[in-house]
């Protein structure tokens, strides 16, 4: 073993891989490096446990207005209640940690979408020269100018039935603009470097160049980019369900705000109600805000986020 | 001092560098063209959204009690015409002039009219709250980057931006309104003037502004967050550019190399980049106007949305729309006017 | 009179890859009047020494020993005193004109400011006219001061910028690479220029280039450095006829028609790369480059030592050097 050098021994694949897995080493250690990029992550790690073990800790039936009318309404804080009770009696606890499941979903699943058609819109508009390309990139540009939380609601409102599914799709389709400007630069960007230029004179199709080329080095950022719009979108939902465009029967923490404000909590002196849900939407944000800004720092460090 | 150079008879040439005149003309005929062509996109768009509807939109008139018979026949005909045909008639009349809300069987550009001075009041004074103080905080941080300011500033700063405006709000409605605790009611929540009281006034001035200030907060504490982020984005960018050196080997005190030379060039894709923004700051008024019942387009819009009106919905969306590119344009030129790089 | 004086001058940038010793001691004096060339490889450090004469180095970097400008160390004088040194005593042309000028000013602007926070006496209105003069004088028309920096070529920027180090008729002038941006003809005039006004005015001028047919023709005394330190100084044309440092033979040969005219057609350039400073070679950091390196020369540590009248080199072969740094001028 130790008399072949293993260079000998590996495989080109095998020797791609290990390269591969020594820049993500280097990639893992200058992120630990970043202070508020390491909190993010830990921020978001106690949430995504609260949201996988919520159905542990507080069995559905905590939610279940028709077995909670026994419980006193809007009870401030108490022994058995830590943090107080909702207008339906409800351990205010127990509905927080059930809604952590849906904004996260929901920012999860609306962001993927994002990301696949920012992705598939800015590199399309950044490889395609003519008519393909310049419509593409229009599209972009007129997407960015129309406000995106009057786009939303609209939208919401339009499609009427409010499912889950609903506003991942709402949410998927109206925030991948920002995603495709940033695609589309960098895309420009990696198409005029050499190598491309090699593909593209040895004839590779275009699938084979921007998949094989292109994808590979808009990646990183796109992932970067995705943090930043999860962020965002948790932050939309928000403030669809407080208008009352979430969906009726799931918990999340717009609702639970919509409720909230449905219930005077605000006039009556309910804080027990208002600020554990938005504190929890604080918090989750920014912790995305924070992951993603550190992404960006240690993918390209000119951007002087530290 | 008469100093002869041998270079300067020989090099001094007459033409004038740099481009002719008038690029600042073309620069802003193009921009309009273009903003043109996103208005035309929208109108677009807004006519496609709002087929996507489900069931028989005429219906939804029935409940109306105060429309009259004409209107309804009128209404109903145009619903229930082919597409295309309601496609040219909205061509016709992009901007619905003739539209009937199904909630007040009201013209809704009456209802839309009346509604626009409240929002124009409270984003007139969020925006420039926010901007003032945001600004001021993105260039101090900027400046020492890393500094103990910067650190703080920055924190706070992401804190704000990670916020629901409308949550602020009713914080503020809790703290200061709501007869409770160590402030009570120290502001009026709801509505943006006192009933009985002329708006033009003094006393209207004053009512306006207590109605205000609470909803401004709100969104200009969310906003000034955005807005620092961005001034001190622009701001890093300056720091390591080569003229800061120059200014700096000039003798300049450091203040001076700042206001100067950095902040004037940090501010050009600032303005571009708030504007790009202004989208967020509507969507914000639409809760915080909702939170504070404050009459005005954002809690009109969600009463369309209770109320299920969407020919309300329509015209309020394509204003949203409007002033955004408008705001744009705006951006655009003014940037293209204060950098000379573009103006000549 | 020495307008601006070096001694033993070092800059080191701390990097997350850790310290980069850019300037390892550095010795070197201008006279009133005096023409003085810096030569070198690109990365040998000298914007880096430079930056030190107005304490322009970035916060990054760490200098030691003294730099004096009229007689002031500057690395430790008040913030008030040294803004006084900036621009009124010592000037620089930078290298890269291009993006040294503010680019949404107007040149006259960015001409006058110096002029009104120097001279108490300036008003807007002297200061417009010197500046109408200035720019008179380096070849452009006066009316250019109302135009963009974006609206003028590089070798007019060039000179934008000679005539800004010219405002407040500093003691010492300092051009990095005042003639890269420009074709020969207006080089050649440039340089005249800079030599010039500063013959007349008494200045002390410091010319980097990496151009040494423009420093034999230009300068009195040149110096030439070899990652981070000079490694041979004296008159400018017995230092690139009679070169005494391996190195400097090597960049001389490089330039046929100064070099020494048995290679004059056989130019030859130098095998391997400039070191990085962070990665220094031991002892004579040339060694590894050096077609006469001798066992010694990985070990041994040479500083600059007399070799022959008015002029020094630090090569282990000049007769009598002195080795492991015990042997200083
Ligand atoms: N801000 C900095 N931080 C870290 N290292 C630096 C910095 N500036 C310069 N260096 C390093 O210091 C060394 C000297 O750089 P310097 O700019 O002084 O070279 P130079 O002789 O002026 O080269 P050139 O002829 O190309 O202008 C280089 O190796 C460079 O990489
Ligand atoms: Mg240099």
């Given at each position: 073993m130790s008399t072949e050098p293993p260079s000998v021994m590996l495989s080109s694949r095998a020797a791609a891989r290990a390269r591969r897995g020594a820049a993500l080493r280097r990639f893992a250690r200058s992120y630990a490096a970043h202070r508020s990029g390491m909190a993010g992550l830990v921020i978001l790690g106690l949430f995504a446990l609260i949201a996988l073990l919520a159905p542990v800790l507080f069995p559905a039936d905590m939610l279940d207005i028709t077995k909670t009318v026994q419980n006193e309404t809007l009870e401030p804080p108490s022994g058995e209640f830590w943090l107080g009770t909702d207008e339906g009696g409800r351990s205010i606890l127990a509905v927080l940690a059930w809604a952590a499941r849906a904004s996260l979903t929901?920012?999860?699943?609306?962001?993927?979408?994002?990301?696949?058609?920012?992705?598939?819109?800015?590199?399309?508009?950044?490889?395609?020269?003519?008519?393909?390309?310049?419509?593409?990139?229009?599209?972009?540009?007129w997407f960015l100018v129309i406000p995106f939380i009057p786009l939303v609601v609209v939208l919401a409102a339009v499609l009427g039935q409010r499912g889950l599914g609903t506003i991942v799709?709402?949410?998927?389709?109206?925030?991948?603009?920002?995603?495709?400007?940033?695609?589309?630069?960098?895309?420009l960007s990696v198409e005029g470097r050499p190598?491309?230029?090699?593909?593209?004179?040895?004839?590779?199709?275009?699938?084979?160049?921007?998949?094989?080329?292109?994808?590979?080095?808009?990646?990183?950022?796109?992932?970067?980019?995705?943090?930043?719009?999860?962020?965002?979108?948790?932050?939309?939902e928000t403030t669809l369900a407080f208008l009352g465009l979430g969906d009726p029967y799931l918990d999340s923490w717009g609702t639970m705000l919509d409720k909230a404000n449905g219930a005077g909590a605000a006039s009556t002196g309910a804080w027990w109600y208002l600020l554990p849900p938005g504190i929890c939407v604080i918090l989750v944000v920014l912790a995305f805000t924070l992951i993603g800004r550190a992404l960006e720092s240690v993918l390209d460090p000119r951007l002087g986020r530290d | 001092m008469a100093v002869t150079s041998p270079v300067a008879t020989e090099l001094s040439d007459d033409s004038t560098p740099g481009g002719g005149s008038g690029g600042l003309g073309r620069f802003i005929g193009l921009r309009l063209l273009s903003g043109l062509g996103t208005l035309l996109f929208v109108l677009l768009f807004n006519f496609f959204l709002f087929r996507l509807l489900p069931g028989d939109p005429a219906a939804r008139y029935r409940a109306v009690k105060n429309i009259s018979a004409q209107d309804l026949a009128r209404i109903r005909d145009e619903l229930n015409a082919p597409v295309m045909e309601q496609f040219w008639a909205y061509l016709r009349d992009p901007l619905a002039l003739q539209g009937i809300s199904a909630w007040k069987g009201q013209p809704v550009w009456d209802l839309v009219g009346g509604r626009a001075w409240p929002t124009l009041v409270l984003l007139g004074t969020s925006t420039l709250l926010a901007t003032l103080i945001g600004i001021r905080v993105g260039i101090r941080a900027g400046w020492r980057r890393g500094g103990s300011f910067d650190k703080v500033s920055t924190g706070v700063t992401l804190l704000f931006y990670a916020t629901p405006e409308f949550w602020l709000g009713l914080l503020l409605i809790l703290t200061f309104s709501s007869g409770i605790g160590p402030f009570p009611s120290l502001f009026p929540s709801g509505g943006v003037i006192d009933s009985g009281i002329e708006p033009l006034s003094m006393a209207g001035v004053v009512s306006v502004a207590e109605h205000t200030v609470l909803p401004a907060v709100a969104l200009a504490a969310v906003y000034l967050a955005e807005y620092s982020l961005i001034m001190r984005a622009s701001i890093v960018d300056e720091l390591s550019q080569e003229y800061l050196t120059t200014a700096r080997a000039k003798g300049l005190m450091d203040h001076v190399v700042r206001r100067r030379h950095a902040v004037p060039n940090a501010s050009l894709p600032t303005i571009t980049l708030i504007f790009l923004n202004i989208g967020f700051i509507i969507g914000g008024a639409i809760t915080v106007e909702t939170v504070f019942s404050y009459p005005g387009l954002g809690l009109l819009t969600f009463e369309a949305i209770t109320e299920q009106d969407f020919v309300l919905m329509q015209a309020l969306f394509l204003v949203f729309t409007v002033s955004v590119i408008v705001c744009n344009i705006l951006a655009d030129v003014a940037v293209a006017v204060l950098d000379p790089r573009i103006r000549t | 009179m020495s307008v601006l004086e070096l001694r033993d001058v070092h800059l080191t940038y701390r990097t997350a890859a850790g310290p980069v010793p850019a300037v390892r001691g550095v010795d070197l004096t201008v006279d009133a009047g005096q023409v003085v060339g810096l030569a070198g490889e690109s990365g040998c450090g000298k914007s880096s020494l430079i930056s030190t004469v107005l304490r322009l180095q970035p916060k990054s970097a760490t200098v030691a020993g003294q730099v004096l400008v009229g007689g002031k160390d500057v690395q430790t004088l008040s913030w008030s005193a040294l803004r006084a040194v900036r621009w009124g005593e010592a000037a620089v042309v930078f290298q890269g004109a291009l993006h040294s000028l503010n680019?949404?000013?107007?040149?006259?602007?960015?001409?006058?400011?110096?002029?009104?926070?120097?001279?108490?006496?300036?008003?807007?209105?002297?200061?417009?006219?010197?500046?109408?003069?200035?720019?008179?004088?380096?070849?452009?028309?006066?009316?250019?001061?109302?135009?963009y920096p974006h609206q003028l070529s590089g070798g007019q920027k060039q000179r934008v910028m000679i005539a800004l180090a010219l405002t407040c008729d500093p003691q010492v002038l300092l051009a990095d690479e005042p003639t890269t941006a420009l074709d020969v003809m207006v080089q050649a005039q440039v340089l005249e220029l800079l030599t010039g006004v500063a013959a007349e005015r008494g200045m002390g001028v410091l010319i980097i280039s990496h151009d040494l047919s423009v420093l034999a023709t230009t300068c009195h005394k040149v110096a030439v450095m070899y990652a981070g330190r000079v490694v041979e100084e004296g008159p400018a044309r017995e230092v690139f006829e009679h070169p005494r440092h391996p190195y400097v033979r090597a960049l001389a040969r490089?330039?046929?028609?100064?070099?020494?005219t048995t290679s004059r057609y056989a130019p030859a350039g130098l095998p391997g790369d400039p070191p990085f400073p962070d990665h220094l070679p031991s002892g004579c950091p040339f060694h590894p480059r050096c077609p006469e390196a001798v066992a010694q020369c990985p070990s041994v540590d040479v500083r600059l030592w007399p070799a022959g009248p008015g002029r020094a080199a630090a090569c282990v072969h000049v007769d009598g050097a002195e080795v492991h740094g015990a042997g200083l001028r």
């Amino acid at each position: 073993m130790s008399t072949e050098p293993p260079s000998v021994m590996l495989s080109s694949r095998a020797a791609a891989r290990a390269r591969r897995g020594a820049a993500l080493r280097r990639f893992a250690r200058s992120y630990a490096a970043h202070r508020s990029g390491m909190a993010g992550l830990v921020i978001l790690g106690l949430f995504a446990l609260i949201a996988l073990l919520a159905p542990v800790l507080f069995p559905a039936d905590m939610l279940d207005i028709t077995k909670t009318v026994q419980n006193e309404t809007l009870e401030p804080p108490s022994g058995e209640f830590w943090l107080g009770t909702d207008e339906g009696g409800r351990s205010i606890l127990a509905v927080l940690a059930w809604a952590a499941r849906a904004s996260l979903t929901v920012g999860v699943a609306a962001s993927a979408i994002s990301m696949v058609l920012g992705t598939l819109v800015g590199i399309g508009s950044g490889h395609y020269r003519g008519l393909l390309g310049s419509l593409l990139q229009r599209l972009t540009d007129w997407f960015l100018v129309i406000p995106f939380i009057p786009l939303v609601v609209v939208l919401a409102a339009v499609l009427g039935q409010r499912g889950l599914g609903t506003i991942v799709l709402v949410l998927g389709v109206t925030s991948w603009p920002g995603t495709a400007r940033l695609v589309r630069a960098q895309t420009l960007s990696v198409e005029g470097r050499p190598y491309l230029e090699r593909a593209k004179a040895l004839g590779g199709s275009d699938w084979h160049q921007m998949v094989r080329h292109v994808l590979p080095n808009v990646m990183p950022l796109v992932l970067a980019n995705t943090t930043l719009t999860v962020a965002l979108v948790i932050l939309s939902e928000t403030t669809l369900a407080f208008l009352g465009l979430g969906d009726p029967y799931l918990d999340s923490w717009g609702t639970m705000l919509d409720k909230a404000n449905g219930a005077g909590a605000a006039s009556t002196g309910a804080w027990w109600y208002l600020l554990p849900p938005g504190i929890c939407v604080i918090l989750v944000v920014l912790a995305f805000t924070l992951i993603g800004r550190a992404l960006e720092s240690v993918l390209d460090p000119r951007l002087g986020r530290d | 001092m008469a100093v002869t150079s041998p270079v300067a008879t020989e090099l001094s040439d007459d033409s004038t560098p740099g481009g002719g005149s008038g690029g600042l003309g073309r620069f802003i005929g193009l921009r309009l063209l273009s903003g043109l062509g996103t208005l035309l996109f929208v109108l677009l768009f807004n006519f496609f959204l709002f087929r996507l509807l489900p069931g028989d939109p005429a219906a939804r008139y029935r409940a109306v009690k105060n429309i009259s018979a004409q209107d309804l026949a009128r209404i109903r005909d145009e619903l229930n015409a082919p597409v295309m045909e309601q496609f040219w008639a909205y061509l016709r009349d992009p901007l619905a002039l003739q539209g009937i809300s199904a909630w007040k069987g009201q013209p809704v550009w009456d209802l839309v009219g009346g509604r626009a001075w409240p929002t124009l009041v409270l984003l007139g004074t969020s925006t420039l709250l926010a901007t003032l103080i945001g600004i001021r905080v993105g260039i101090r941080a900027g400046w020492r980057r890393g500094g103990s300011f910067d650190k703080v500033s920055t924190g706070v700063t992401l804190l704000f931006y990670a916020t629901p405006e409308f949550w602020l709000g009713l914080l503020l409605i809790l703290t200061f309104s709501s007869g409770i605790g160590p402030f009570p009611s120290l502001f009026p929540s709801g509505g943006v003037i006192d009933s009985g009281i002329e708006p033009l006034s003094m006393a209207g001035v004053v009512s306006v502004a207590e109605h205000t200030v609470l909803p401004a907060v709100a969104l200009a504490a969310v906003y000034l967050a955005e807005y620092s982020l961005i001034m001190r984005a622009s701001i890093v960018d300056e720091l390591s550019q080569e003229y800061l050196t120059t200014a700096r080997a000039k003798g300049l005190m450091d203040h001076v190399v700042r206001r100067r030379h950095a902040v004037p060039n940090a501010s050009l894709p600032t303005i571009t980049l708030i504007f790009l923004n202004i989208g967020f700051i509507i969507g914000g008024a639409i809760t915080v106007e909702t939170v504070f019942s404050y009459p005005g387009l954002g809690l009109l819009t969600f009463e369309a949305i209770t109320e299920q009106d969407f020919v309300l919905m329509q015209a309020l969306f394509l204003v949203f729309t409007v002033s955004v590119i408008v705001c744009n344009i705006l951006a655009d030129v003014a940037v293209a006017v204060l950098d000379p790089r573009i103006r000549t | 009179m020495s307008v601006l004086e070096l001694r033993d001058v070092h800059l080191t940038y701390r990097t997350a890859a850790g310290p980069v010793p850019a300037v390892r001691g550095v010795d070197l004096t201008v006279d009133a009047g005096q023409v003085v060339g810096l030569a070198g490889e690109s990365g040998c450090g000298k914007s880096s020494l430079i930056s030190t004469v107005l304490r322009l180095q970035p916060k990054s970097a760490t200098v030691a020993g003294q730099v004096l400008v009229g007689g002031k160390d500057v690395q430790t004088l008040s913030w008030s005193a040294l803004r006084a040194v900036r621009w009124g005593e010592a000037a620089v042309v930078f290298q890269g004109a291009l993006h040294s000028l503010n680019p949404i000013q107007r040149i006259g602007a960015q001409l006058v400011e110096p002029i009104l926070v120097h001279d108490r006496e300036a008003t807007p209105r002297t200061a417009g006219a010197r500046v109408g003069e200035l720019l008179s004088q380096v070849g452009l028309p006066a009316r250019y001061a109302d135009q963009y920096p974006h609206q003028l070529s590089g070798g007019q920027k060039q000179r934008v910028m000679i005539a800004l180090a010219l405002t407040c008729d500093p003691q010492v002038l300092l051009a990095d690479e005042p003639t890269t941006a420009l074709d020969v003809m207006v080089q050649a005039q440039v340089l005249e220029l800079l030599t010039g006004v500063a013959a007349e005015r008494g200045m002390g001028v410091l010319i980097i280039s990496h151009d040494l047919s423009v420093l034999a023709t230009t300068c009195h005394k040149v110096a030439v450095m070899y990652a981070g330190r000079v490694v041979e100084e004296g008159p400018a044309r017995e230092v690139f006829e009679h070169p005494r440092h391996p190195y400097v033979r090597a960049l001389a040969r490089a330039f046929p028609t100064i070099g020494d005219t048995t290679s004059r057609y056989a130019p030859a350039g130098l095998p391997g790369d400039p070191p990085f400073p962070d990665h220094l070679p031991s002892g004579c950091p040339f060694h590894p480059r050096c077609p006469e390196a001798v066992a010694q020369c990985p070990s041994v540590d040479v500083r600059l030592w007399p070799a022959g009248p008015g002029r020094a080199a630090a090569c282990v072969h000049v007769d009598g050097a002195e080795v492991h740094g015990a042997g200083l001028r």
